[in-house]
């Protein structure tokens, strides 16, 4: 396998090349996630897709089972997000992306600052058609953040090496879907009062397309705003071409998938009008926490707010479990739970246990400084291969049955997940959509983002990896 091949070349050099170590990159699955993958009838190189969900905290891994279709693998907590809810506007503005993502191998950068990384690709073709700034947004270690999705070391090893078996596997690029929260009716009411629902909405549109189909959706950007699964229309021999900020094309989606998008709309909008009827609570939409932690990890850190004489308030949390997530591991601030006076602690214990932490703002881990070798033949060879990228490292910190899955293009319906909401009623969904067509240049991979441009070729790792396997 291409995978062991490179892992004995990596031996031979003793995993130390021109300073830098690919060991962590190579390190293999574990037997109990070799295990859950047999027990849910995963190859180990079958496609991946993850999801992100902001306000629970969590991501998770979805991976191609014997059926064709997703299934999900294992939910991950994320360790710190910053930020609010809402997507990510410019640069600077400590936002997670909220949206689409494709990821191709050369976006795994295995010499991250932040243990191993995952470059989003933001922005994509939807955010540069809205004019956003901001780059080399991450999924990434060390359990600190500045615009990232940061986990814990353990957990972005195994998520890279996942990735890594479905790359291997000849899966050229994989989609992550980051959303505010989990699209459902209750949550959909809770949050009508945002400003960015209208957004939330278009992205829910992709959410019920995968929840539906359990398939991958083609994503493509026309109009400013995102489509899925498009085709072309039938007797159309021509392929259809989207330009982000031009008209879309006339397209049709499968009849069956739209048909089930079409009951399941039908239904959450149905639930969604009767949270509003019950006069559900709304959320605030601005928190000032900046950004989330899953409770499993705030309950380890047990947090302690502190006010110093100066009016500055920090928290001192546990330094044993801080060290253990990471290496600059700061919690959201919670501005209820703020100290009530000067020099006070919301919580008492001796200061020899307790590790301070003056500000929300994310550190990169400690790395030693040398001077820059001259590229040696092991470098030269990991960049080609896709191990080292040329990017910068990361400095911030019940329906009916479906058939047989068919190619991308013939996408059907899935058993469906529970009826979920969107908080606004829109047109209903048609199999056939007519507009005039801009003529642009069609994406070199159906599986990237139309408009979006690939760090790599789409099919450069296969051809890196011809000779080995």
Known sequence: MASAALAATVALTGCQTDGVTYAKAMKPLSPKMVAALEEKSMAKESPILARIFKEESELEIWKQDSTGRFALLKTYPICRWSGELGPKV???????????????????????????????????????????????????????????????????????????????????????????????????????????????????????HFEVTRLEPKVDVCDKRYVFDAEPKAGSRQPLRFNASAACPAYEVNPEVAEAIADKRKSDDAQFADYVRRNTPTVAVRTGRDGGMHSSFYAKLAPKAVRDPDGTVRYEVDPQVARSLGSYVNPPKDPDTAPASTGSVLATGPSTTTMSLASAESRPAPKATAAAPEEGTFSRFSRWVGLRSDEPAAQQPQPKTAPTPKARTAAT???????????????????????????????????????????????????????FR
């Open 90 to 208: 410019r640069e600077g503005d400590r936002q997670a992306p909220e949206g689409f993502y494709s990821i191709t191998p050369g976006q795994m950068n295995p010499n991250s600052s932040f243990y191993l990384s995952v470059n989003m690709g933001y922005p994509n073709a939807y955010d540069r058609a809205h004019g956003r700034t901001g780059a080399h947004l991450m999924i990434h270690g060390d359990c600190s953040s500045r615009g990232c999705y940061a986990m814990t070391d353990d957990q972005i090893s195994e998520i890279y090496a996942l990735a890594r078996e479905s790359f291997f596997g000849g899966q050229t690029s994989f989609q992550i879907q980051a959303y505010p929260f989990r699209m459902t009716a209750l949550n959909m009411a809770k949050h009508r009062n945002s400003p960015h629902l209208a957004f939330w909405k278009m992205l829910k549109q992709g959410n019920d």
């Open 413 to 467: 319906p899935a058993p469906k997940a529970k009826p979920q909401a969107e908080p606004a009623p829109e047109p209903p969904l048609r199999s056939t959509m007519q507009a005039t067509a801009a003529p642009s240049t069609p994406a070199s991979n159906p599986s990237l983002l139309s408009g979006a441009t690939p760090v790599v070729p789409s099919d450069s790792f296969s051809n890196r990896f011809g000779t």
